[in-house]
């Protein structure tokens, strides 16, 4: 029995360590876009109407969101605190997504 619950524990830590990884590897993502790709920002027409405009506004919320949260030292259980904001704040990303590539 207490194996049995080591065993899970560790799966459980495996799983919020993949999660982490996957979330970090697609904010690293949307980090180079708004860093990297300055010039080609610029040149983009984000007036062009209601929609591009509120990508463009997304966009900047999520990596500003992205540098407050990655520098903030955490411990294993604020990272499983911040869980459900990350789930949210992934949704928003891959609504965006089609506005990343430029």
């Not at 080591?6 to 904010?27: D, W």
């Not at 949260?69 to 990303?93: C, G, P, S, V």
């Amino acid at each position: 029995m207490f194996l049995k619950l080591k065993v899970c524990r560790m799966v459980g830590a495996i799983r919020m360590m993949l999660f982490f990884t996957l979330v970090f590897n697609l904010f690293l993502i949307l980090r180079d876009f708004v860093e990297q790709e300055k010039e080609m920002i610029e040149i983009i027409d984000w007036e062009h109407d209601e929609e591009q405009k509120q990508a463009k506004s997304e966009i900047y919320f999520l990596y500003n969101w992205w540098k407050e949260r990655f520098h903030n030292e955490e411990d294993f259980d604020k990272i499983k605190q911040q869980y459900e904001e990350d789930i949210q704040m992934l949704k928003r990303l891959i609504d965006v997504r089609r506005y990343l590539w430029t």
